[in-house]
């Protein structure tokens, strides 16, 4: 019995953890210009207060905590996701994949609204 709480108890607190802070898979980190074809479509998952400064061209602005509400805006089945650091991004991949939208790539954008260095970003 104790065996079964115990692990309870480490699915509880392992799961969210999981979800928010390891890695997506099979998802490349790309610069935006490289993934923009017809078929996809680009949403942009930073905050409002964020994208407003530096909005991308052709992005579709649906913050991460409105996902859930407006995933229905989403009309394309391929998207490539713009967010401001890897939380984001995880979550955000993941969201997107359990609705039936495939992630062909994601782009980080770093607090100062800069594209970061490609190579930087994506050996996480």
């Not at 078929?39 to 964020?50: A, F, P």
Request: hydrophobic fraction near 35%; glycine fraction near 4%; charged fraction near 20%.
């Amino acid at each position: 019995m104790s065996w079964f709480v115990t692990g309870l108890i480490c699915f509880a607190v392992g799961h969210p953890i999981y979800q928010r802070y390891y890695p997506v898979r099979g998802v490349e980190c790309k610069e935006i210009s490289s993934t923009i074809q017809s078929s996809t479509e680009v949403i942009d998952l930073r905050d409002y207060n964020l994208s407003y400064k530096n909005p991308v061209t052709n992005a579709k602005n649906i913050p991460i905590a409105y996902l859930h509400r407006f995933i229905h805006e989403i009309r394309a089945k391929e998207v490539h996701i713009i967010v401001d650091n890897h939380f984001d991004k995880n979550m955000g991949i993941r969201l997107l994949k359990k609705k039936g939208i495939k992630v062909s790539g994601y782009t980080i954008m770093n607090s100062h609204n800069k594209q970061m260095d490609i190579t930087s970003v994506c050996k996480n």
